[in-house]
């Protein structure tokens, strides 16, 4: 018995006991579905013989009985039989079974036609010999007792493919042995030992084949249970902390809607995963300017999350000293090259909006272009310019240019952010939702304030995935200067 992880989640909801019950009832369930199978056939097969051979007997007319209540059993089987009653049935109709095949052997015998009074008659002057002599008696050739033996052998072997308890196994040979041995005793009355002693052995073989094979399987069971257990208890501790650690990383991020004097802003972030690795932020640095961060960490999970951390800590205290864009980057930039291990990177854009002067300074570390809408003309503009990602060299400085972009921003501007979880989301065929479909969003909603648009643009982004799988997190933020 080998059961995996992915089979054995559905067990560790329950105690040890109750999930091995489980186990035992769906093996059941599908076994007993087979040996009614295998009754049918076998019955079957016994009625054509006896129509045959006896056909003035009463056993043909008994055969087809049983058949016929097996069929029936077997075409109503799911409506009758279920994970709940399985194992309460189940003994019953082994019990039924053992009746059954014992009944049968009762009306053949009763019913049965001597061969002659010859043969009659030699019969018992043997077993008359034999009682004389005293001792032990084992009547091998006598048919009553063969019957017997088959009843038993045919049991035995049919009970080691269930899944039976200890006390289920213990009942049902006890069963097994003592029906038939009581129908000897009491309907033919065969009191001779002799001839038991080799069903006896017998039942004892194969009660300890079940038994053994019962406890071996619960051992082997519960010691899977204890492993996947003890995973299962570690993946939800895990995963009760990662959860704790998005509350936390959530928190970090400012309202998903605020005015700062003249600007409106609306953003949000949806991680894929518990933690994730965008983080977006807005700073008041002055009365009339106004900070705006947006960044993606290369990878997902506790590692980005841990550097985003790092991040919004250090853009505070950079933002102390400078709102420069390029010297805010380059010192960005020293803190990843020494706290990474050199196979993490940061994608960002800042942005520092002067309402006085009504420009907006802007610089791009390897992230995804952002869009400008204009107030008066409703035109979109792609800003494509950007400078090397953060992580990536040592000292960007040397390698920025003139890759910071000025210009204007008036009343009724508006500036568009986000993520490649946003151009990346894929529906269930793995197609993307691209920068074409979302230009075209942005142009027919350009009329929208800064939340509605966000709302619509997460709207439309969901209508196209259709709740499928996503790889990336989605961060997207809208300014509007009123």
Known sequence: MDITLVNFDKYLDHTRSDAYNLFRNEKNLKTLR????????????????????????????????????????????????????????????????????????????????????????????????????????????????NDMISTILFVCI????????????????????GIPILTELIIFNNFSIGDKIGSLVMVLMFFIISYTGENNRQKKFFKQFDFYSKRDNDNRRMKKELEYARDIQLAMLPANEMKIGELE?????????????????????????????????????????????????????????????????????????????????????????????????????????????????KELFKIKRHGVTLGVVPDISKDMGDTEVVFDFNK??????????????????KNEYGFERLEYFLNINIEKNPSELLKSLISDINNFTKNAEQKDDLTALIIQRN
């Open 34 to 145: 087979r040996f009614f199978l295998f009754a049918i056939f076998i019955f079957g097969m016994i009625t054509l013989i006896s129509f045959s051979e006896e056909p003035g007997s009463v056993s043909p007319f008994l055969y087809l009985s049983f058949t016929i209540v097996i069929l029936f059993l077997r075409i109503f089987y799911k409506k009758i039989f279920n994970l709940q009653n399985i194992r309460r049935y189940l003994f019953y109709v082994l019990i039924a079974f053992l009746l059954a095949i014992t009944s049968a052997g009762i009306v053949s015998q009763l019913f049965s036609k001597p061969d002659g009074e010859e043969e009659v008659k030699k019969a018992l002057v043997q077993k008359a010999d034999k009682q004389n002599q005293g001792g032990l008696t084992i009547n091998v050739g006598d048919k009553k007792s």
């Open 158 to 177: 049919i009970l080691i493919f269930f899944r039976l308890s200890k006390n289920e196994i213990i009942q049902l040979y006890t069963l097994t042995f």
């Open 265 to 377: 802003i609306a953003a949000t972030s949806l991680p894929t995963y518990e933690v994730g690795g965008d983080y977006f932020d807005y700073f008041k640095i002055s009365e009339n300017l106004t900070g705006v961060f947006i960044c993606d960490v290369s990878g997902h999970g506790v590692a980005s999350a841990l550097m985003l951390s790092g991040l919004r800590s250090c853009m505070n205290l950079i933002l102390e000293d400078t709102s420069n864009p390029k010297d805010v980057f380059t010192k960005l930039n020293k803190m990843i090259r020494k706290t990474q291990n050199r196979n993490m990177f940061v994608t960002a854009v800042f942005l520092v909006i002067d309402t006085e002067k009504n420009t907006c300074s802007l610089f791009n570390a390897g992230h995804l272009p952002p869009y400008k809408v204009s107030g008066s003309s």
């Open 412 to 429: 009724s501007d508006k500036i568009i952010l986000y993520t490649d979880g946003v151009t990346e989301a894929m529906d269930i065929n």
